[in-house]
């Protein structure tokens, strides 16, 4: 993958997240007469997350990242949390892809911390991050809070994947 095109693979994974959480809350809210099928959503949000994780994964950022044992970890645990969201259809058990994603991103969260990459924001909002993947649940209102999480996403895709702005 180009070096240019990372960020913009990484921004639209994120907002495919985002719109996806946001229609799920919409669906639990009962609003436009929607219904209640959560679970549908479920692969659209590993989609989302997927390209988050493969556009992060050829950038320097990865690199200064997985110098950190927790931050290999939560590499592969978010990988495997967006395959486990996009299988979700034959699981049909959400907490799999969620519990994963978001120990993933705790690990992120904490190698973020640690080795002190980025800005005060970046580690903030990769925590942030890690506490809204954490918290929803599919058959509440609390799927907004993935509208969150995405927004999250492209704002730190654009600041830490772009070439121009190298992490640390």
């Known amino acids: ?3 240019a095109l990372r960020p913009i693979v990484a921004v639209a ?3 495919v997240y985002a ?3 946001g229609v799920m809350g919409a669906q639990n809210a009962d609003w436009f007469g929607a219904g209640r099928n959560a ?3 479920l692969p659209i949000l590993g989609v989302g997350a997927g390209l988050v994780v493969i556009a992060a994964r050829a950038t320097s950022f990865h690199e200064q990242l997985s110098g950190s044992p927790a931050g290999r970890v939560g590499g592969y645990l978010a990988a495997a949390g967006a395959v486990f969201y996009v299988v979700s259809w034959l699981i049909e058990f ?3 892809g969620t519990l994963t994603l978001a120990l993933g991103l705790i690990c992120v969260a904490l190698a973020f911390w640690v080795r002190r990459l980025g800005s005060a ?3 903030a909002l990769v925590t942030l991050s890690a506490i809204g993947s954490l918290t929803w649940n599919t058959e509440t209102t ?3 809070l993935l509208v969150g999480v995405g927004l999250i996403w492209v704002v730190l895709a654009v600041r830490l ?3 121009e702005k190298p992490v640390g």
């Open 13 to 15: 994974g994120a907002l």
């Open 94 to 96: 959400a907490i799999f």
């Open 19 to 21: 719109v996806a959480g």
């Open 121 to 123: 924001v970046d580690r």
């Open 142 to 144: 609390s799927a907004f």
């Open 161 to 163: 994947l772009t070439p």
């Open 39 to 41: 679970n549908a959503l």
């Open 1 to 3: 993958m180009s070096r």
